[in-house]
């Protein structure tokens, strides 16, 4: 006993997570059909005209919750004595079962710190199940005697199937949805496969994929069965108000067609397949138009059934819902295989893509094909002995749509997505893209030389609104005009100094194919060849688009971007209302606007005339009025006009050495 003492616990702690696990299966069980039970049972209640006790309510009550696990139902009083099946289940009220399995195993997979010890995979997936089935077994025995019976043999296949699949996917979600390992007993090379993470990778994107694929045919469906209805709004109308003449009624109507949204969906994108839907023997509804005489009972959502006769171009409109599958399920594919900031050498291989988008298009089509599998059935023994969609048909023909049109979607996709920038980028970005551009040495973006007429960027000191350009060319007889208000001599070094920081966050980034070249004028009609005829520029020009303009204009070394504005910024009319702003906005410190501009003499940093005093603070002995030297810089720089005063008064033009 001492040596077995230890050993107990453990036993006792399993025995109760067994337990545990087998009620938490048999309760979410009972939630969904307890619920179901009340809601039969409130319009049993408000019914004016019960044609049954609380007891026939309560066993129809179990075959609804039987026929949303997928059982099939019979109804043995009909009007011709022959029992009736019932197959086409609601999958809006499949939802609440399975997600209720669903939830039941993965908390047994994952129980509370306090709670009992921990069960293994296998043990919570066993428990749980056997708990649910034992409810099952109850209801359908319970629902023999009354006016649906379930079937015996769609107990085992597929109500077991549904159960066994909800729990599998709870405990799965519970050890964090892993790709592996596989059983012992599965075979050896996918055991291998799954081991590697690359390839976890790939069933991961095409898992994902094919989802994408059939939430979009879902999305199509349902766009196309509310465009039918509104378009027969009439025809749904009257057959709602037909179904019952009394509130309770209507509402029971109601219920049962919300349930069946679903399926109408799914019946929609059968439409757009192309399979079609069947509406009873012999009748079949395609794009192409309805052929047979359908035998459609009075139900509001019927009323989005097309025609009778050939379809019409409106009809074949329907197709569009597959292509968009397709492309969905090659975007989501090609977001993994090329991503945005991914290099060409760690993009998958095209063999890669179209492998996984394959996997993909095979998974759309499995899907679908469940989906409507569920989504059609009978409804009798005579002409809706078929009615709804075929699985089989409809499942291949997403397999062969999403496949035909997702692998060259894919495939562009990815060439686009990897594609080499044209001559309208930065011919200086790096090998390596943005990363690399921004680390790569700004020199050609900073750099202002005497006779090149290249851009020199410079961003001004103490500025907290704006950034200012700065352009310097020497020789090229341009004006260089910085930010911090200097301008001159000290203008192309200042942009290349302070523009290197900038200029090298901007420098690798691309145009983009929404902002072409602006402008007009045939290709290489710049600025300067406008000069070099003797004519105005003009203004705002740049290279229009064509052929790069450092070709068409032939000159030597040239780059995009590399010319000088022409913009109204420097005329006499601009200046001065910027120097009016600045003045308005230091209160009155500064002068006006002045009279004439002479050559501009360099500014020294010791003045030799006047030393520095308390009415010239900055040193420079020039008055600040208009009657100020002739030697007066232009006051076209670019100064903000929310300056402070002490910025307008360290970049007024006006201010000359003496």
Partial sequence: MTQRSPMAPAERNRTLALASALARGAIAAGLGLGALAVLVMVAWISSPYPDSGPGGALRAAAGVWLLAHGAGLVRPDTLSGAPAPVGLVPLLLMAGPVWLAHRAARDAAEPEEDGPARLSKASAFCAVTAGYLLVVAGAAAYARSGALRAVPDTLAFPVAVVVAGSVAAGVWTAAGRPLGPLPSWSPLVLQEGLARTLFRDRAEAACRSAAAGVMVLLGGGALLVAAALGRNATAAQEAFLALAGDWPGRFSVLLLAAALVPNAAVWGAAYGLGPGFSLGAGATATPLGLEGAPALPHFPLLAAVPDPGPGSPLNAAALAIPVAAALAVAWFTVRRAAPADASPEGAWSPRETVLVTLLAALGCGVGTALLTAFAGGPLGTGALRAFGPVWWLTGSAALVWTAVIGVPAALLL?????????????????????????????????????????????????????????????????????????????????????????????????????????????????????????????????????????????????????????????????????????????????????????????????????????????????????????????????????????????????????
């Avoid at 000290?490 to 070249?517: C, Y």
Wanted: charge should be negative.
């Fill in 414 to 658: 990815r060439m686009w997505r990897l594609r080499t920038p044209g001559w309208a980028w930065r011919r200086d970005v790096p090998q390596g893209g943005p990363a690399a551009a921004r680390t790569a040495s700004p020199a050609a973006a900073g750099n202002t030389g005497a006779d090149g007429g290249s851009e020199g960027v410079g961003k001004g000191a103490g500025k907290s609104e704006g950034v200012v350009k700065g352009i310097g060319g020497g020789g090229g007889g341009s004006e260089a005009v910085g930010a911090d208000g200097r301008d001159g001599a000290d203008g192309p070094d200042r942009g290349g100094e302070d523009g290197d920081e900038e200029a090298g966050a901007l420098i690798g980034r691309p145009r983009r194919w929404w902002a072409p070249w602006r402008g007009g004028g045939p290709a290489g009609d710049g600025t300067q060849s406008g000069s070099a005829q003797g004519g105005p520029a003009a203004r705002g020009s740049v290279p229009a688009p064509g052929a790069e303009p450092g070709r068409a204009s032939g000159a030597a070394g040239f780059e995009p971007y590399d010319f000088l504005p022409t913009d109204p910024w420097h005329e006499k009319e601009a200046r001065q209302a910027r120097w009016a702003s600045l003045k308005h906005s230091s209160g009155g410190l500064m002068a006006d606007f002045p009279a004439g501009q002479t050559t501009r003499k360099p500014v020294t940093t010791e003045p030799e005339g006047r030393p520095e005093g308390p009415d010239d603070p900055d040193g420079s002995g020039a008055p600040d009025g208009p009657g100020a030297r002739e030697g007066s810089a232009d006051p076209g720089g670019p100064v903000a006009p929310g300056g402070s005063a002490a910025q307008g008064r360290a970049s007024d033009p006006g201010r000359a050495t003496p």
